[in-house]
């Protein structure tokens, strides 16, 4: 299987924020939520909105805008969020752990069914009601539990070697929070989320939009 390419990834990506929208409009009881109020909330223009939402398949009407019921499904069924997928963590660390209990998750359909840890005291341990099992079993339990999807929250000098084993073990797709960048069959799938340059862009958006030009006094 080639390398897979997401289309409209800088869509795809956005969709999330239309779908916290769309369900703050059905909670509010309304039937149509228009595209442009959609870009006031999000600070992006009207047509960029209805060019993402457009490759979900719902069309809004004239004057009223999407209709919500049927734009928060379109959103979910395109993202697959609408099915259940299990996963696995790799790496019961500080950032693992706080991955197990995001609530977020399962609202999109994400359930971590099991986590592993190299550090055997963890093993038999529970995280936010996720059981811990010891890195050596992780072939065993993908096998028992079905899985195809792993997060991988390990350090970094040991990433290439657990993606491998997770290659091995079947896991299909990976979700990559280490800055490794993983070498993995062309079959497998990898998102990596680079937790320092999400800061880097933090960092770089206080010092132009908040702090004075060098040179101005108080």
Request: hydrophobic letters at 45%.
């Given at each position: 299987m ?14 999330p ?23 006031a ?26 209709p919500?019921?049927?734009l928060i ?24 752990s706080?991955?197990?209990?995001f609530?977020?998750?399962r ?8 986590a ?10 529970t ?15 993908v ?23 997770l290659a091995?073990?079947?896991?299909t797709?990976?979700?990559n ?5 993983l070498?993995?069959?062309?079959d497998?799938?990898?998102q ?8 880097a ?18």
């Amino acid at each position: 299987m080639a390398k897979c390419k997401v289309s409209y990834a800088p869509s795809v990506r956005r969709l999330p924020s239309y779908l916290l929208i769309a369900k703050q409009s059905l909670e509010h009881g309304d039937e149509y939520v228009s595209g442009t109020l959609i870009a006031a909330e999000l600070n992006l223009e009207p047509i960029q909105v209805r060019k993402d939402l457009s490759i979900t398949g719902i069309a809004g009407k004239p004057k009223r805008g999407y209709p919500v019921a049927p734009l928060i499904a379109a959103i979910e069924s395109y993202l697959n969020w609408d099915k259940r997928v299990d996963a696995i963590v790799v790496g019961a660390g500080n950032l693992g752990s706080a991955l197990s209990g995001f609530p977020g998750f399962r609202l999109h359909g994400l359930f971590i069914v099991a986590a592993f840890d190299v550090d055997t005291a963890k093993a038999g341990l529970t995280i936010h009601d996720t059981p811990v099992y010891p890195i050596e079993e992780l072939a065993d339990r993908v096998s028992k539990l079905g899985v195809t999807v792993a997060i991988l929250t390990v350090p970094s000098a040991n990433a290439q070697v657990v993606a491998s084993t997770l290659a091995s073990a079947g896991i299909t797709a990976i979700w990559n929070f280490t800055n490794v960048k993983l070498k993995v069959p062309e079959d497998i799938v990898v998102q990596n989320e680079d937790l320092s340059s999400g800061y880097a862009m933090l960092s770089m958006k206080r010092r132009i939009c908040l702090e004075p030009p060098e040179g101005d006094a108080d």
